[in-house]
């Protein structure tokens, strides 16, 4: 039961505890008794439960009646403590009063001495109560009347000030310190002292008002000797056993501001206890909530707040941070319908004086920001979304979903202009469009006035957004619609959003606001979507430009990529031509033909635009050549892009309205140039390597009319030489003939030598698997190796045509012994990725290592100085790379290296 009264029983003989226990119980109902067999007990239990009076026994063994009273009263000075002994000594009851004890009842007598103890308990707890009530009034009044901008004044019953708060100063100009202890007619001009006096002695001795006590009137006295209009409201009360009367005077020339102030003001402004209680609400408490402000005193402020908001609130009230303002919350608080309001609570200084702690709040309701802000956040998730659309079909249905979602308004589409440029066609349209209109509404551009399509496009050629709030009384519309609420806004040059609700006076600013931000985050990605499209196909129709065969047909295909692909009308593309002597029409667009003067070669001093951007290197763009001095400026063309083509040409487009290109079409311009660039560059090189080709078959002609000459021409004579030769050895013995048989060898071996060079330069296209230590051997047998030591060191399998090996490494073996000597030691070893041959001869000096593969370079008489010119050759048609350095004995190492081994 709510006034239940819980009391502690201390007494250390166990059957007297029980039967006064129950004899309480029985006398008082509302009596509910915890009892303790001693002193020590009875502190804890009142340390661990709510108890509002203790009943103790005096003799215990230990500690006793009174010294047990001396402790609780260290914990809990006000608690009631009656103490209940049979000891009836005069000494103990002055002993105990003296230490503050509450009642004293002697154990003797009948079963009327436990309704006598039950009766004193009650009456001790209630006397207590309302102390603790009043303590906690006269601490409200006190935290009210500190904080308060009215003057408010405690008076005696002799008329003596006991109480002034801050604000008196502000009225009669004195400090409270000033007022406390004078008499209240301080504040009076002498003509109304006398009348107040007899006024308040009839009223002590009658109980008589002579006035409405909640609005006194009269005329005050400042300190500065000065009246002033003041109004006074006043009542009475008990403290300390004595009456007192409280008044609250304030300007009565700030009265009605101050009281239209707190009864209209949006704001709510709340008196909050420590334990989160309403003691005073303003009367907007309703407005804001719902709640009329008498239904909500004394109930606590938190079982209002929304559970998940609970701790927030908590913390920011009970914990602030020190530095960071005034202690702020924000929360969802339950209105009087059963919904939840977003509410900011602002504590002021918090309230800490007698008796009471808590705040003073202010409260307002944030339901419209804090939806805002929601519908702000989700508003970033859509236009997040929408960056990531890929098609036109995709970022208008997304669009159309957003704004039902964010504003409520299902009845919305979105328009894009036709290619024709003539209708505004329906793409995207939300749920309720289908069941309120008969046919999917699309707009002509030629419709008649007063009709909803000549309304689209007067908002789409606009550039700020038509709001209508009741299309029904809209006078320059005279068609029936399902929509009353409409919101029309381009998209650009795409075409118009849509955004209509079939209700009149559906959207808020904020709504106006998130459906023009929509549109143009939907306006950037149809910019994006349209840009990639046109970049992916003219990717597509580049890859064309280098595929062409001539000059002309990559001009050719070039204007057929700005006209079908980047959808420009007037083209023309124009090459340098050295023999004309400038730029010279290469490619035009069928309109450009049409609408354009022919003309052949723009010249350096011709003063051409054209001319200009090839010299420069450096793309132009002009919103209107009659501004300038373009040879063209006289025509109907007005904007005009010209690209330069490398070093190649330019190409120039243009548009019979003024302003039309922007940086898109300069970007997309750019890279159509590049590919044209590009382009012309492959034709160049196709050209340049097929008149390469063509040089090189007619050198291989020669060449091998060369091969055939010496082959058959030298040969034959130097065969019959050699016969001549040997006939005339049988005739005759001289030393002239060994000689003329040494230059008819030496004959034969340059015109070998030379075959080989004109006929094994063809670059190797089979090779096959050859096992390298083999063919060191096979080729070291083949050559006349005299008196010469092999050390072969090479193995493995190498990728290799092996008679153009055998050629490479018997030519190397041959050079070593002609250089080395007869008694060389040749070594044949392995590389990473190659090998090598090297010899211990004399070596070949450092600044002559890259001339010795050159033909006809030779140090020996025997040489043909065409026997490395030939490892070179054999290397270069395998890839390989050859070089000459120092051996580790000091001759000559050959090494090759870039060679792929098998598998």
Not at 477 to 497: K, N, T, W
Not at 690 to 701: G, I, M, S
Request: hydrophobic fraction near 35%; charge should be negative.
């Amino acid at each position: 039961m709510p006034d239940r009264i819980p009391v502690l029983l201390v007494d250390d003989d166990p059957d007297l505890r029980e039967v006064t226990a129950s004899f309480l119980e029985r006398e008082a109902d509302r009596i509910a008794v915890e009892t303790a067999p001693g002193a020590a007990e009875g502190l804890d239990a009142l340390a661990e439960r709510d108890v509002e009076c203790i009943v103790s026994d005096y003799e215990m063994p230990g500690t006793d009646g009174l010294a047990f009273l001396a402790e609780v009263r260290e914990r809990h000075p006000d608690l009631p403590f009656i103490l209940f002994t049979g000891r009836g000594s005069e000494e103990v009851a002055s002993e105990a009063i003296s230490a503050g004890v509450t009642d004293y009842l002697q154990k003797r007598g009948g079963t009327e001495r436990y309704e006598r103890l039950a009766n004193r308990i009650v009456e001790a707890v209630e006397k207590r109560r309302a102390e603790r009530d009043a303590e906690r009034a006269i601490g409200q009044f006190r935290a009210v009347a500190e904080g308060a901008s009215d003057a408010i004044l405690s008076v005696d019953t002799e008329g003596v000030i006991r109480f002034a708060n801050p604000a008196v100063e502000s009225v009669f100009g004195y400090e409270p310190s000033e007022l406390e202890g004078e008499p209240l007619t301080t504040l009076m001009p002498e003509r109304h002292r006398e009348d107040h006096r007899e006024a308040v002695d009839r009223y002590l001795d009658t109980g008589e008002r002579g006035v409405d006590w909640t609005d006194v009137q009269f005329d005050a006295l400042h300190r500065d000797g000065r009246e002033i209009p003041v109004s006074l409201s006043y009542g009475e009360f008990t403290a300390d056993g004595e009456r007192r009367f409280v008044g609250v005077v304030r300007d009565r020339t700030e009265a009605d501001r101050h009281r239209a102030f707190v009864e209209h003001a949006s704001d709510v402004v709340a008196v909050m206890s420590s334990d989160w209680r309403f003691r005073y609400l303003s009367p907007s408490c309703e407005r804001v909530t719902g709640h009329a402000p008498s239904d909500l005193v004394g109930e606590r402020s938190l079982d209002y707040v929304h559970s998940e908001d609970r701790d927030a609130v908590r913390t920011a009230f009970e914990n602030p941070t020190a530095g960071e303002g005034l202690p702020t919350a924000e929360y969802r608080f339950k209105t009087a319908d059963g919904e939840f309001r977003w509410l900011e609570s602002v504590g002021s200084e918090r309230i800490e004086t007698d008796g009471i702690e808590g705040y003073v709040v202010t409260t307002r309701d944030v339901s419209e920001r804090k939806e805002r802000e929601r519908t702000l956040a989700r508003l970033r998730e859509w236009t997040r979304e929408l960056n990531y659309t890929r098609t036109i079909d995709e970022a208008a249905d997304l669009a159309v979903e957003a704004v039902d979602d964010l504003i409520d308004a299902g009845l919305s589409g979105i328009h894009l202009r036709t290619d024709e440029g003539d209708r505004l066609e329906p793409i995207a349209l939300g749920q309720s469009v289908p069941n309120l209109f008969e046919t999917q509404p699309s707009y002509d551009r030629d419709a008649p006035p007063e009709t909803r399509a000549a309304l689209a496009w007067d908002a789409f050629e606009g550039e700020e957004s038509i709001v209508i709030d009741e299309l029904s009384t809209y006078e320059p519309l005279d068609e029936p619609s399902p929509a009353e609420s409409l919101v029309l806004r381009p998209i650009g040059d795409h075409g118009l959003f849509v955004v209509s609700s079939p209700d009149p006076h559906e959207f808020t600013d904020t709504d106006v606001l998130v459906a023009e931000i929509l549109t143009g985050h939907l306006e950037a990605a149809l910019d994006r979507i349209e840009r990639e499209s046109r970049v992916e196909r003219l990717h597509g129709a580049t890859r064309t430009l280098v595929g062409a065969e001539s000059r002309e047909e990559i001009a050719e295909r070039a204007v057929e990529a700005a006209t079908d692909v980047l959808g420009f009308s007037i083209v023309t593309v124009r090459v340098h031509d050295e023999a004309a002597g400038g730029l010279v029409p290469a490619a035009v667009s069928p309109e450009a033909e049409e609408l354009l003067p022919e003309r052949e070669t723009f010249t350096p001093d011709g003063g051409s635009l054209n001319w200009a951007v090839f010299e420069e290197g450096e793309q132009r763009m002009y919103d209107d050549i009659r501004t300038t001095d373009a040879l063209d400026a006289d025509t109907a063309l007005r904007s005009l892009l010209i690209v330069p083509i490398g070093d190649y040409g330019t190409i120039a487009v243009g548009e019979t309205e003024p302003g039309v290109f922007d940086g898109v079409d300069e970007y997309l311009a750019g890279i159509l140039a590049t590919a044209a660039e590009t382009a012309f560059q492959a034709e160049a090189r196709t050209r340049r390597l097929a008149e390469r080709t063509a040089e090189l078959e007619r050198q291989n002609d020669r060449l091998e009319e060369f091969a055939g000459v010496v082959s058959h021409d030298l040969r034959n004579p130097l065969e019959v030489a050699r016969g001549r030769t040997e006939l005339a050895r049988e005739e005759c013995d001289s030393d002239h003939l060994a000689a003329v048989e040494r230059a008819h060898d030496r004959m034969t071996a340059l015109i070998d030598d030379l075959l080989t060079l004109a006929r094994e330069g063809d670059p190797v296209t089979d090779a096959e698997p050859v096992d390298l230590g083999r063919i060191v051997g096979s080729c070291w047998r083949t050559v006349d190796t005299r008196d010469a030591t092999l050390r072969s060191e090479a193995e493995g399998i190498i990728l290799a045509d092996e008679g153009r090996l055998r050629q490479l490494l018997e030519n190397l073996i041959r050079n070593a012994i002609e250089h080395g000597g007869e008694d060389v030691t040749v070594t044949v070893g392995t590389l990473s990725d190659g090998f090598y041959v090297a010899d211990d001869g004399p070596g070949i000096e450092p600044d002559r290592r890259e001339a010795v593969f050159d033909a006809g370079h030779s140090t020996s008489q025997s040489g043909t100085g065409f026997g490395l010119r030939i490892v070179e050759q054999v290397a270069d048609a395998h890839g390989w790379t050859v070089r000459a350095v120092e051996s580790e004995a000091g001759g000559a190492r050959f090494e090759i290296t870039g060679v792929e081994p098998a598998g």
